[in-house]
């Protein structure tokens, strides 16, 4: 099975499109199939790390063009033209003749989802906000309390949609120390603690809360991890205030133990994006910061799950992100840990694989 991915990661955007349709291609690949990406080349783009983890990558210069050629919500992510990046990605296919076609963008729909018919088999989106229709023959919304029925108008009929937690795109080591970070939290201990706001962090999220946890009440004995992205470019400013703080501090880049890091940690501050299900599924309590508009949706839901404690991080995060903390230092995690837990399982990129080689056969 041939399976060709359009995803784009940018200072812009950031990582996180890329990383799950590489946790998906990982599980594909492992079933046998033929995975490679499409990929525009914005600054901050991860076609280098793509092809390190053993995919081809077709790459797709920059366009200057108005904004008003692709009327979309997030236009401006795109880099080029609705019409031409699917004229671009239609050369491509043409070639490459591809089973499926995964398309994660929000910048692109049913307009662009079209003309590639000609040149694929099935079509498959990723999508987050139901605020567009597509051409698809299988859709994956995986965030919670998304239901079939919000695609009502947004599908075709024939499209079989995939929505819910139940679906998230977790890597196979997740599910893997679920049971070993659910025990240690019987502890109820707070020691180690992880910030993590995405690979790229562009208007350094990172930074402001290390300057507010300077005036924290952490316990002494606390340790700080920091996990950025080699392509954040607040990186080095970073690295030099965690040298400032009170508590130990390791500033780590590009990692590739992350399910491990979030099963030995005690809570975490993280951005309200696709990281959320991976610390759901370990049960690891989190301080959520809500960074932009589309986070929104996210947010809401674990909240209501009682899986986090949100922060809205678009204005007076650090006053909010001390509140969030003495909240937790002041009662017990239990709740949410258990919360979180019955979110999601880990195994979702199996589910969506299955449905993809099922369609297959």
């Not at 236009?75 to 076609?101: F, K, N, V, Y």
């Not at 500033?251 to 992350?258: C, G």
């Not at 030995?264 to 501050?269: E, T």
Request: proline share 4%; with cysteine.
């Amino acid at each position: 099975m041939k399976i060709v991915f359009r995803a784009d990661a940018s200072l812009q955007m950031g990582t996180g499109h890329v990383m799950r349709c590489l946790t998906l291609a990982d599980t594909l690949a492992a079933a046998g199939a033929n995975c490679r990406f499409i990929c525009r080349v914005h600054p901050g783009n991860l076609a280098a790390f793509i092809w390190q983890r053993g995919y081809p990558v077709h790459l797709l210069a920059l366009s200057a063009i108005p904004e008003q050629a692709n009327p979309t919500a997030h236009a401006a992510w795109l880099g080029a033209g609705m019409a031409q990046d699917a004229e671009d990605t239609a050369a491509l296919l043409s070639q490459l003749q591809p089973d499926w076609l995964i398309v994660d963008h929000y910048a692109l729909d049913a307009r662009w989802e079209a003309p590639q018919r000609r040149h694929v088999a099935r079509l498959m989106a990723i999508d987050d906000l139901a605020d567009r229709q597509h051409e698809c023959d299988l859709l994956l919304d995986q965030n919670l309390g998304r239901l079939e029925s919000d695609y009502d108008t947004l599908v075709p009929a024939h499209c079989t949609r995939l929505t819910g937690a139940r679906y998230a795109l977790l890597r196979p080591e997740f599910a893997r120390l679920r049971e070993y970070s659910l025990q240690r939290r019987q502890a109820g201990t707070l020691r180690a603690l992880l910030v993590t706001m995405g690979g790229v962090d562009k208007d350094n999220a990172t930074g402001r809360i290390l300057q507010a946890l300077a005036g924290s009440r952490l316990p002494h004995d606390c340790r700080i991890t920091v996990v950025m992205g080699a392509t954040a470019p607040w990186l080095q400013e970073v690295t030099t205030l965690a040298a400032t703080l009170p508590w130990p501090v390791e500033v780590k880049v590009n990692v590739s133990d992350m399910a491990q890091l979030m099963a030995d940690a005690d809570l975490a501050i993280g951005a309200a994006g696709s990281t959320s299900w991976e610390r759901c599924c370990l049960g690891l309590p989190t301080i959520m910061l809500v960074l932009a508009d589309n986070q929104q949706y996210v947010a809401d839901q674990v909240a209501e799950a009682g899986a986090a404690l949100v922060v809205d991080g678009r204005s007076g995060l650090e006053a909010s992100l001390l509140t969030a903390l003495d909240t937790r230092l002041a009662r017990p995690a239990a709740n949410i840990i258990a919360c979180a837990a019955a979110l999601v399982d880990g195994l979702g990129a199996q589910r969506v694989a299955a449905e993809l080689k099922g369609d297959d056969e």
